[in-house]
Nanobody, 120 residues
Framework: QVQLVESGGGLVQPGGSLRLSCAAS????????MSWYRQAPGKERELVAA????????NYADSVKGRFTISRDNAKNTVYLQMTSLKPEDTAVYYC?????????????WGQGTQVTVSS
């Protein structure tokens, strides 16, 4: 059974930091690209950061470049999102995503989400 379990969300003041974690199970983690998405109330879900299966390449939304860092530990089947200099506009539910395309078939899995609220 595939599971992606996010943790680490919470309430933080503007300028603060949080580290989100996503623990994966039920699939071969090292073969999947891992991403973090977020969805704010009334807005569409957007890609925040992504890392390739080996973690050698990452990319970020322009709005978080220089503030957020995605990393992964394939030995622990876990992906992280280090968030610094948080702003109120970073408030959203953050979702972990795993994706792989093999033989033309796309496989994608989602976590249940973790709430991040940036407010004074």
């Amino acid at each position: 059974q595939v599971q992606l379990v996010e943790s680490g969300g919470g309430l933080v003041q503007p300028g603060g930091s949080l580290r989100l974690s996503c623990a994966a199970s039920g699939f071969i983690f090292s073969r999947y690209a891992m991403s973090w998405y977020r969805q704010a109330p009334g807005k569409e879900r957007e890609l925040v950061a992504a890392a390739t299966d080996a973690g050698g390449s990452t990319n970020y939304a322009d709005s978080v470049k220089g503030r957020f860092t995605i990393s992964r530990d394939n030995a622990k089947n876990t992906v992280y999102l280090q968030m610094t200099s948080l702003k109120p506009e970073d408030t959203a539910v953050y979702y972990c995503n795993a994706e792989r395309t093999r033989w033309g078939q796309r496989y994608t899995y989602w976590g249940q989400g973790t709430q991040v609220t940036v407010s004074s």
